[in-house]
Structures are given as C-alpha cells and as structure tokens.
C-alpha cells in the first residue's frame, strides 16, 4: 500500500534532475506539492527544515527526507508499489530492468551533466553573474579565504574545454540514436507507453532541448532526428498528464509545516555492522555522523544521530528548528564520518 503522506519537492524548473522526479511522478500520478527554489543559495526554505545538503532535488515524504535523485527514485519505487492508482513504470524482464540501471549509470555517473554545463553558452545571463559563479565555485568546494585553492592539474588548454564536452555528449546521443531508438521505436523499451527507462535516458536531453540556448550544431534533428522525436513525444504526453491534476506550488513555511506535521514514511532501520564504513569507524546506532556528498556540494555536511545504514542509503535523526526528520542519502558518492 502506498503511503498516504503528503510529498514535498524543493526545486527548481530549470533543474533536469528534478525534472526527472516530477515526470516520474507525474506518469505514475503520484501526488506532491512543490515548493520551488531559487538558482542558487541561500536556500532558507530547505534550511529551515534542517537540511544542510545544496543539491536539488531534496524530496520530503512526511518526515523522512531524500537526497539524490537516484535514491528519490529507488524509494518511490519501493513506496508506491504498482497498482491501479499507481501505474508502474519499471520493466519487468532482467534485460529491461538492466537497461533501466545502465541508463541511470551513463546519465548520471558518465559526466555528461557537466559536459552539457560547460557547454551553456557563454552569454547565458547567469554566467556573467558574479554571485552565481561564486555560489557555484562554493559548489565545486571553492571559497575564498576558506579553502586552499584549487591546483591547477595537468590538462588541456581551457579553449580546448568546449570541443572535448561536445564530443562526450555526442557521444552519449549516438548510444541512443543509434541503439536503442534505431529501429524507429516510440519508446526505448519497445513497449507502448513511456517507461522508466525512457525517464532515465531523456531529462538530460530534454533539458538541453528546452532551455533553447544550447548551439544547434550540438542537436539538431539532421544528427539525431530519433531523440528529438522521441523527446518531442514524451515531453507532451507528460504536458497532458500534468494537467489532470496539477501539482500545487507552495512556499517554505507551508512545506515545512506540511512536513513536521507529518508521521514517517518509514520503519527505522537497523545499522548493518558488517558494512566497513561501519566497522572501520566501531559505529554504532545513535552514534553522531557528518553525511555529506563526494562530488560537488561537498561542504554542505548534514550532522544528525545514527538511525541506519546498509549497502544502499544511511539514515539519520536531524534536529530542525520545529522538530526531527529523519535525512536519508545514498552510498553511492555520499561519505558517512563519526562527528
Ligand atoms: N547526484 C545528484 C545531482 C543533483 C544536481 O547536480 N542537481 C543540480 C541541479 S539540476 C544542483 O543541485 N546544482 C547546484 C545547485 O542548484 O545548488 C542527484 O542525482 O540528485
């Protein structure tokens, strides 16, 4: 049975990764609320319920709380079991199911988001922003005055910066263009509908497509006609969708109280001592842990009291201003220290 609590998102619409979220949701008419966010910090409305983690997305259920998007998806998927309200997304076969993980692999571990950001054109307004290239130099754990500077590793001449990420993601659009929607299939499983797999290919893609700034010779419908078409296909089905029953927008204090007063979407876990970030640290439940990001976003250390932790996600109690959450995160690229 799914849960009956209340889903918050904290975004932002120019966020793929959390487009990703939201089209999933929307195929499997999962209700949320979202409360958006802005381009770059302070964020006070994610503050205030606690967490100190800057990614987007950051998904609530109730009181349990969810960063990283690949663990987002892992857990909705595991609350919100297939059923008629619930139409599920997910293949069913070992191949389908293996496509899906491979997908999520090339998009999200590959590199290719980056490669797509250096790739934003250089007179995208943000880019001359000095605030926003701060906050995202303190992103990439670069504060002046705070951090050593970073050292300038061996590399290419930066001119060269720009070819190099157009030949990653041409790259990783010719895998589709050329496999899996060769053969003039609708949708990369071959099935009739829109499925997982589809949402783990296209959000980067789409993004690209949609903020209309990006050099159409990186592209274009004479190179990759199929993604274009398929991306065209997907992003109205999902526009249709959305407006059966649109999400409702709220602002912090509302999400926030949405939030706390809320039970838990989840039974406490245990913390599994064979696990060696476990053993080599003698952690124990309740134990104080820093859980932070490996990649970027790194100084943003949430500080709460052990609850769980297995091969998949840590989970911690988080002391808020208005009461407790409990702040789950993957393994996978998150460090769990003993405070
Ligand atoms: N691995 C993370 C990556 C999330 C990510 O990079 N999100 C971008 C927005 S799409 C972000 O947070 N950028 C920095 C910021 O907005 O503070 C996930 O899958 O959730």
Redesign the pocket.
């Known amino acids: 049975m799914a849960p009956t609590l209340p889903i918050v998102i904290y975004h932002y619409v120019f ?4 487009k990703r979220i939201i089209w999933y949701m929307t195929l499997r008419n999962i209700p949320y609320t979202h409360c958006l966010q802005p ?3 302070p964020r006070p409305d994610i503050a205030q319920i606690g967490v100190s983690y ?4 950051v998904l609530a259920i109730g009181r349990d709380v969810y960063l ?3 663990l987002i998806m892992r857990k909705l998927e595991e609350l919100y079991p297939p059923s008629a309200a619930h139409p599920s997304l997910s293949g069913t076969t070992g191949d389908q199911k293996a496509i899906e993980r491979l997908l999520d692999v090339l998009m ?1 571990d590959s590199g290719i ?1 980056d490669k797509a950001i250096q790739l934003l054109p250089l007179d995208f307004p943000p880019l001359s922003d000095p605030e926003f290239l701060k906050d995202r130099a303190e ?1 990439a754990g670069i504060v002046p005055g705070k951090t050593p500077p970073p050292q300038s590793a061996p590399g290419p001449d930066p001119k060269l910066r720009r070819p190099i990420a157009a030949a990653e993601l041409r790259d990783a659009m010719e895998i589709l263009e050329t496999t899996l929607l060769a053969d003039g299939r609708d949708w990369v499983l071959k099935t009739d509908r829109p499925m997982l797999a589809d949402i783990e290919a296209v959000w980067l893609f789409e993004w690209m497509v949609s903020m209309d700034c990006f050099s159409p010779e990186l592209i274009n419908s004479n190179q990759f006609p199929k993604i274009l078409a398929w991306i065209d296909r997907l992003s109205k089905l999902v526009a249709e969708k959305a407006k059966e029953s649109p999400a409702e927008e709220v602002n912090g204090d509302i999400a926030a109280a949405t939030i706390f007063n809320s039970g838990y979407a989840e039974e406490e876990g245990i913390v599994e001592e064979k696990e060696a970030v476990v053993a080599v640290q003698g952690l124990k439940k309740g134990d104080l842990v820093n859980v932070y990001p490996t990649d970027n ?1 790194c100084l943003h250390k949430d500080t709460g009291a052990l609850v769980s932790l297995n091969s998949k996600e840590v989970v911690i109690n988080v002391e808020g201003k208005n009461g407790k959450i409990r702040v789950h995160a993957p393994r996978h690229k998150f460090a769990i220290e003993a405070v």
Do not use: Q, W, Y
């Open positions: 966020s793929p990764v959390g381009l770059a910090l800057r990614r987007i997305p990283d998007s690949r999200s988001f992103l976003g």
